[in-house]
């Protein structure tokens, strides 16, 4: 379905946006791993999310949702039993790589696979350590692409030192280790998001951590747990970026997940001059949680790279509509992993402000925009089928001298399937 985003004058006003998506497909899949009952309250709503819990389901697991809650009756490890039939992780790289992880550990045969997307995205880092462990995965393209086709089995603990800076691969470890014989340590060079880690730890988990080094001794029994997931930093980029560049604009987002390992937006963005303050800062479940303020204020331009990519690297599509409204060049490196996202992120950024008539070029790990502290607009492009981008080009229209018209924007539903409501909320 096609939207036309166009000016619609300053963003005012309180929202929360939808539930963090990593914490929720954790909850859903720890809760089912656990003995006793889970209860999760603001489980995401996105299809993502949905994708866990149908997998989840279908591999045994006793998940109930209704409005308010989602209660998990966890009957551990050996509560799972071999699915009928394939499970289907639709467009989450997340359920996959961590559904690998589960899978591995159990002694039947799981098939994942997913929607066209998901089928092009790297599978080998996940496919290697796993293997290491003692499961046997097959897949196409030599074990690199989806279907996975998974024979569990009698884990071991390995050592393993990350090759990508990658939470869905750490996390896949961490699953299998929970029921493998003997210790597992990770090592990873900069640290990624680590929900998993906190996750575990509040459930009993015999973990360790020690700056870059995660050590977790299997097979290890987890405890049902209460868990209220709090607003998606990712989700909230959005409106913090629109309200920085639209004049007039002053939002408040209220109960976002802040977990350090994630706000590198907050950095940048304070970087480039916008006016973000953390309010009511707290520790909700183990995760550190605010509401933020931010208002409209003139942008610079600004470098990224380095340990920070990883904290960020689900924002880099709506900074770089930030990097587009600042005067002068900025710039993106290190961010080589953006090109196995949903979509080609690099070549999609980079192609979506070039259709708006913003200057901008790639490099193989990142990209460079010449920002004039203006967007023209007067464009119609497609999002590639990625919801980032396609929220990113929406805000670039509400601050953009001429129309953004978006031809798939459906495709939102993956993580903010309440987008439409809350920029009518803003904008009325
Ligand atoms: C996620 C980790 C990140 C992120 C993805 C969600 C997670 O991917 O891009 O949207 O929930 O673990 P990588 O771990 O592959 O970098």
New binding site residues.
């Given amino acids: 379905m096609e939207f036309e985003f166009k000016s619609l004058g300053s963003l005012r006003g309180e929202l929360k946006v939808p539930a963090d998506?990593?914490?929720s497909?954790?909850a859903v899949i720890l809760g089912s791993l656990a003995k006793g009952e889970s209860v999760v309250h603001n489980i995401s709503w996105g299809e993502d999310v949905k994708s866990t819990i149908r997998c989840m389901q279908q591999l045994g697991a006793e998940i109930v949702q209704d409005k308010e809650v989602t209660r998990i009756r966890g009957k551990g490890f050996d509560g799972l039993s071999e699915p009928k039939d394939v499970l289907n992780c639709g467009n989450s790289?997340?359920t996959m790589?961590?559904l690998a992880g589960v899978a591995a550990a159990r002694p039947f045969l799981t098939v994942l696979t997913g929607d066209e997307s998901l089928r092009r995205r790297p599978m080998a880092?996940v496919v290697e350590p796993l293997s290491m462990m003692g499961a046997i995965i097959c897949g196409r393209e030599n074990s690199r692409l989806a279907p996975l086709v998974i024979r569990g089995g009698e884990l071991r603990g390995i050592e393993y030192h990350l090759k990508?800076?990658?939470?869905?691969?750490?996390?896949a470890i961490l699953l299998a280790a929970l029921d493998a014989e003997g210790e597992t340590i990770i090592r990873e060079n900069i640290i990624?998001?680590d929900?998993?880690e906190r996750m575990l730890l509040e459930m009993g988990a015999n973990l360790e951590r020690d700056q870059n080094e995660i050590r977790l001794r299997g097979p290890c029994e987890l405890d049902g747990r209460e868990w209220r997931v709090p607003g998606d930093i990712?989700s909230a980029a959005f409106w913090l970026v629109a309200a920085a560049i639209v004049p007039g604009s002053e939002v408040l987002v209220r109960d976002v997940g802040v977990n350090p390992t994630r706000s590198g937006v907050l950095t940048v963005l304070k970087n480039m001059g916008a006016e973000i303050r953390l309010e009511n800062y707290r520790t909700v479940g183990g995760e550190p949680v605010a509401d933020i303020l931010v208002k409209h204020s003139g942008l610079q331009p600004v470098e990224i790279g380095g340990s920070i990519i990883?904290s960020l690297?689900?924002e880099i599509p709506i900074l770089a509509i930030a990097m587009a409204m600042a005067s002068g060049t900025s710039a993106v490196s290190d961010a080589g992993?953006l090109r196995?996202?949903?979509s080609d992120r690099i070549a999609m950024i980079v192609s979506i402000l070039n259709r708006m008539g913003v200057e901008a070029a790639e490099t193989p790990d990142g990209f460079i925009v010449h920002g004039q502290g203006k967007i023209p607009g007067n464009c119609r492009l497609s999002a590639g089928g990625d919801h980032r981008i396609a929220m990113a080009s929406a805000v670039s229209g509400l601050a953009a001298e001429m129309p953004v018209t978006v031809e798939d924007f459906n495709c939102v539903g993956i993580s903010y399937p309440t987008f439409l409501q809350d920029l009518r909320h803003l904008t009325e």
Wanted: proline fraction near 3%.
């Fill in positions: 998506k990593s914490i497909h954790r790289g997340t790589r961590l880092r990508v800076a990658s939470a869905q691969v750490k996390s990624s998001r929900h998993t990712s990883p690297i689900d992993e196995t996202k949903e």
